[in-house]
């Protein structure tokens, strides 16, 4: 055998030999190769061969099937601390620096305690002053619980003034009290009769008509402490029907519930808010009422009497943002019937003031965020502002709910945010601020311990 030189012509030659050496008689050390046996031992490996390439491939076709398909990972959710809003200062209430008063709240009971309604603030709210002409509620009361209307503007019975109704007017004039003409002969309503005393406060009418309806001063007086005591008023005493008498007492205690009684008639409740005496024959004349259409006030009656002060017995109605407020207060023996509307301004106004409307959350502010396993992030945000509204210094409380997060798009609610303070709540939606697009394919093929949970 030539030695190989690595030419073309020696790879030729070898290649021939090792064809040649295949082919040719065995050496006598070996067994006889069978040229079947051997193809079948070819395809064989050639079968594992291809199995094992189609294994291979079918794991990784499977991999990326898988891996491309599979679910995402949940996204993150991070929520921020929230704190609520300092409360506002507390509300200064301008009390009445004089005298004896006594204040009720219907509306807020929430806020101001549920013994607001009955007497949510006093000085004196059982000491007995002299009322003045506050009287003649009570004798109109007295009166058309005898003779009752059928309606607020029902005109009722006609009431014609003798002599002796005509000789009153010179009594009370020469009393320096409030009166009005009365002719001898003359008549009225007893609509008007009623209008007359309790919007001008004229005396001659409050007693004419007290005779006319008890038959007598005596009569009255009788039937005044029947009604009194029927009405719980236990600590008012009623000696004539005008208040120009100083034993006509009674206190800022007594004096709410009374308030109460007149609201509730109709008749009296619509009189006591006019603003001007309305009726025919007398000259005009405004409401001694000075305050009605201020502050709220749209009743009830003033009573001033000289050596015992200003008294006023007010019903006002005061819109807050935290509904409506009824309130009813009396101030006994105020140094003039100006201070008196000073100081009772001035209260209703502190009171109006302590409600406050305070902002609890800005549109845009960041509450959480919402982050993905890829990378992305979005921001979790109040869609709008929100706001409370206040008395005083109501303590503020916040709450979020617990975020629901599946997929992520602009816009998309995930949460709310609730401020509460007394009976007011204000919701706000929690929106996300972008969108979380899902990962592209490589991240799917290149991240299997973030897509698996490996």
């Not at 002796?164 to 010179?170: E, S």
Request: proline share 6%.
């Amino acid at each position: 055998m030539a030695p190989h030189n690595g030419s073309p012509d020696g790879v030729t030659q070898l290649s021939a030999m090792l064809r040649e050496a295949e082919y040719s008689e065995p050496h006598a050390d070996h067994e006889p190769v069978d040229p079947i046996r051997r193809r079948q031992q070819r395809r064989r490996r050639g079968l594992i061969v291809g199995l094992s390439a189609l294994v291979v491939v079918g794991i990784v076709g499977g991999y990326v099937g898988v891996s491309l398909s599979a679910p995402l990972p949940a996204l993150a959710v991070e929520t921020t601390a929230l704190r609520a809003p300092e409360p506002p200062a507390p509300a200064t209430i301008l009390t009445p620096p004089e005298g004896a008063w006594a204040i009720s709240v219907a509306g807020a009971e929430e806020y101001l305690g549920a013994d607001a309604a009955g007497i949510w603030a006093t000085s004196g709210a059982d000491e007995s002053r002299p009322i003045a002409s506050i009287t003649k509620l009570i004798t109109a009361l007295m009166i058309l619980d005898a003779k009752p209307l059928a309606a607020s503007d029902d005109p009722g019975p006609t009431l014609t003034f003798d002599k002796a109704d005509h000789d009153l007017y010179d009594k009370y004039y020469v009393l320096g009290a409030t009166i009005a003409k009365m002719p001898t002969g003359s008549s009225l309503s007893l609509h008007d009769v009623l209008e007359t005393m309790l919007v001008v406060s004229a005396c001659n009418y409050a007693e004419a008509a007290a005779g006319w309806a008890f038959g007598s001063q005596s009569g009255f007086l009788a039937a005044a402490r029947s009604w009194l005591a029927a009405n719980g008023l236990e600590h008012t005493t009623i000696v004539e029907p005008t208040g120009i008498d100083a034993r006509n007492v009674s206190t800022p205690r007594d004096l709410l519930a009374l308030g109460r009684l007149a609201m509730a008639n109709p008749a009296i409740a619509d009189i006591v808010a006019s603003e001007t005496l309305d009726v025919p024959g007398l000259e005009f004349r405004s409401n001694t009422n000075t305050l009605l259409g201020v502050s709220g006030v749209y009743g009830v009656k003033t009573g001033t009497l000289e050596g015992s002060g200003s008294n006023l017995l007010f019903a006002a109605r005061l819109a807050t943002g935290a509904g409506q407020l009824d309130i009813l207060g009396v101030l006994l023996g105020g140094t003039s019937h100006d201070a008196v509307d000073r100081e009772i301004r001035a209260w209703l106004e502190s009171i109006a003031a302590g409600f406050q409307r305070v902002t609890v959350g800005e549109a845009g502010r960041t509450v959480g965020t919402v982050s993905s396993a890829w990378g992305e992030q979005a921001r979790m945000v109040l869609e709008s502002g929100g706001s409370l509204e206040l008395w005083s210094d109501t303590e503020i409380a916040v709450s979020m709910t617990a975020p629901t997060v599946t997929s992520a798009v602009a816009g998309q609610q995930v949460a709310s945010v609730t401020w509460t303070a007394g009976p007011e709540a204000a919701t706000v939606p929690v929106v996300l601020d972008t969108t979380i697009s899902e990962p592209d394919a490589w991240w799917r093929l290149t991240h299997p311990a973030e897509l698996f949970g490996w």
